[in-house]
């Protein structure tokens, strides 16, 4: 599996920006896609995730209500759609494939795109 993640940027707190995770390779049913995200000197954190079978989504606590994620498996994409933003969302944002049924950790991604660099100003 190949992922590559685009549509990062710099955006007010309160804006919108919306991150696409290209997919190619060999995928599964099983195959659930995440969001990840980094800040300097923090651990890599749990955004959000998706099956690509099914639909069914999870999100973390900091980013629900605001934060939507979504599938095309005709176009192989799974976008992040960020609204309300927040200068603590300024991180770089990874997404990253697993085969296990609830991924929550980076341990438990095993295919990872590079990331795209999102900055909110205050």
């Known amino acids: 599996v190949q992922l590559q993640a685009s549509g990062g940027g710099l955006v007010q707190a309160g804006g ?3 991150l696409s995770c290209a997919i190619s390779g060999r995928t599964f049913s099983s195959v659930t ?3 990840l995200r980094q800040a300097p000197g923090m651990e ?3 955004v959000a ?3 690509l079978s ?3 989504t999870a999100y973390a606590d900091s980013v ?3 934060f939507t994620i979504s599938r095309d498996n005709a176009k192989n994409t799974v976008d992040l759609q960020m609204d309300s933003l927040k200068p603590e969302d300024t991180a770089v944002y990874y997404c990253a494939a697993s085969t296990d049924w609830s991924p929550i950790t980076r341990y438990e991604y ?3 795109g590079q ?3 999102v900055t909110v100003s205050s």
């Open 33 to 35: 896609v995440g969001w």
């Open 44 to 46: 890599r954190e749990f």
């Open 54 to 56: 099914g639909g069914r």
């Open 49 to 51: 995730r998706i099956r």
């Open 16 to 18: 919108s920006l919306r």
């Open 115 to 117: 990331g795209t660099q």
């Open 64 to 66: 629900k209500g605001r």
């Open 110 to 112: 095993y295919y990872w």
